[in-house]
């Protein structure tokens, strides 16, 4: 889903570090499909397909994850479709995020712009690059943390909260560094905010609330727009429902919303 964390650019590589969290993909496939629609109209902006495959291997958890979407986000001015392909593994003691590779384009087969991003802990070094279509690349050699995520990844990364701690009524939070661009990253910050019910075209469920914050200073701090993602109480804590912007500065108020979910054991 690019561009949705902050585009949701202002607005969900790469390596994430959540210390004493565990994993919470437990099983072996999971795919389900999400669809985005604005508040006011109930129009709905597009849909995204997704597969999860998990495999163990020599005490690791290796994750992949497949996105489909299709549809016109904010910020096209036409129809497209687009995929992403989320690399990461997971121990005991953290969770790494290895690369993240999308591409867009138009319905006629035009290709409308690509992203590749890899992190190499071993380097403390992040290889970021976008290229669009009729424009000249971007691309960066940033310095990699252990809480330096892509926006592709934000929602993946909420999952890692330490919601046990929630469920013993504490409000626990975390905060990343997230990455929008490869000249524009910034810090956010997730903090679970007690269990709401929540109702979506794939059922009602109980869920946790979090609220993301993004860590903005001076004038942009009165602009920070109000985000909500809900995460289902149940492990695995898949991620329900989004409420906030999809495409920046001035655009609407949109629900992203589970419409279907499947998961082996």
């Given at each position: 889903m690019r561009k949705i964390a902050f585009a949701l650019v202002f607005l969900l590589p790469v390596c994430v570090y959540a210390k004493g969290s565990q994993m919470n993909w437990p099983h072996e496939r999971e795919k389900g499909l999400y669809q985005v629609r604005i508040v006011s109209t109930g129009k709905v902006l597009w849909k995204v397909r997704w597969e999860t495959t998990v495999k163990k291997d020599q005490g690791r958890t290796n994750v992949e994850v497949h996105e489909q979407g299709e549809g016109q986000p904010w910020h096209c001015k036409e129809p497209v479709v687009w995929q992403n392909k989320l690399l990461f593994q997971?121990?005991?003691a953290a969770l790494q995020v290895q690369s993240v590779v999308g591409s867009h384009w138009f319905r006629d087969g035009k290709p409308m712009d690509e992203m590749d991003y890899e992190a190499d802990p071993s380097l403390s070094k992040i290889f970021y690059k976008t290229t669009e279509t009729g424009r000249k690349p971007e691309s960066a050699i940033l310095p990699w943390s252990p809480q330096t995520i892509p926006d592709e990844m934000l929602f993946h990364w909420a999952r890692t909260?330490?919601?046990?701690?929630?469920?013993?009524?504490?409000?626990?939070?975390?905060?990343?560094?997230?990455?929008?661009?490869?000249?524009?990253?910034?810090?956010?910050?997730?903090q679970v905010k007690g269990t709401e019910m929540v109702k979506t075209p794939a059922g009602t469920f109980s869920c946790y609330r979090v609220e993301l914050v993004p860590q903005l200073f001076g004038p942009l701090k009165a602009l920070a727009p109000k985000m909500s993602?809900?995460?289902?109480?149940?492990?695995?804590?898949?991620?329900?429902?989004?409420?906030g912007p999809v495409g920046g500065f001035g655009s609407p108020e949109a629900v992203i919303e589970l419409v279907k979910f499947e998961q082996e054991r």
């Open positions: 997971d121990s005991p909260l330490p919601f046990e701690r929630a469920a013993a009524g504490e409000q626990p939070s975390a905060e990343c560094m997230l990455v929008v661009s490869p000249k524009r990253q910034f810090r956010i910050k997730a993602l809900w995460c289902r109480a149940e492990p695995p804590n898949i991620w329900v429902r989004y409420q």
